[in-house]
Every structure is written in C-alpha cells, then in structure tokens.
Nanobody
Framework: QVQLVESGGGSVQAGGSLTLSCTAS?????MGWFRQAPGKEREGVAL???????TYVDAVKGRFIISRDRAKHTINLQMNSLKPEDTAMYYC???????????????????WGQGTQVTVSS
C-alpha cells in the first residue's frame, strides 16, 4: 500500500521559515509539494525528480527549496520568507514516472499524502 506521510507544518509569523518533510513507502521518480488554501483550488508548488532537478511555481521561486533523500524515500520543502498568502494545507504527492515531471502546475500525480497545515500570520 502506497503511503506518503507529511510532517513539519505549523504556525509562523510572516518572514519566518518552516520545513516540511514527506516520507514515502517506496522510491518514486517524481515527487512534489502541492497546496490548497481555503476556498481555492489545489496548486502545484514544487517538483523534484531522482536526478535532483527541481522546478517551482513563480510564487515561491527564490523562497522555497525542495530537496530529496532517495535512500530514505524522503523529500523536504524548506520554506523561507513566508507570507500570509502561503497559508494552506500542503500535500506531498508522487508518481512512478519521471517523464514529464516538469511543471508543478500541470503534472498529474498518482499518489497523495493526507496533508499538513501551514499558517502564516501577518
């Protein structure tokens, strides 16, 4: 059974930092982070493939860093300079194929975690 377990969410003031982690039950070629704010559609945040190549949506470029530890089947999302608009439920997602794992806004993912809440206060 596929499992993706997120951790690291919480509350922080604007300008602060948080690091999210996601551990998968097995290795996947494409993993990433997505988020959904209240009343909004889910959106992609960042993707990373096995080579370590990462892509980001414009809203988080320069502030967020995605990384992975293949041996531990884990990815992390280091979030810096957080803004109130970053408040959302953050989800880890994965897919077996790394082909097309490029655009966080349009890459379909096969497996999803339960989510971890991130709240940024002004």
């Amino acid at each position: 059974q596929v499992q993706l377990v997120e951790s690291g969410g919480g509350s922080v003031q604007a300008g602060g930092s948080l690091t999210l982690s996601c551990t998968a039950s097995e290795d996947y070629n494409c993993m990433g982070w997505f988020r959904q704010a209240p009343g909004k559609e889910r959106e992609g945040v960042a993707l990373i493939v096995n080579s370590g190549y990462a892509t980001y949506v414009d809203a988080v470029k320069g502030r967020f860093i995605i990384s992975r530890d293949r041996a531990k089947h884990t990815i992390n999302l280091q979030m810096n300079s957080l803004k109130p608009e970053d408040t959302a439920m953050y989800y880890c997602a994965a897919r077996s194929s790394g082909l097309g794992c490029i655009n966080p806004s349009s890459t379909p993912m096969a497996f999803w975690g339960q989510g971890t809440q991130v709240t940024v206060s002004s």
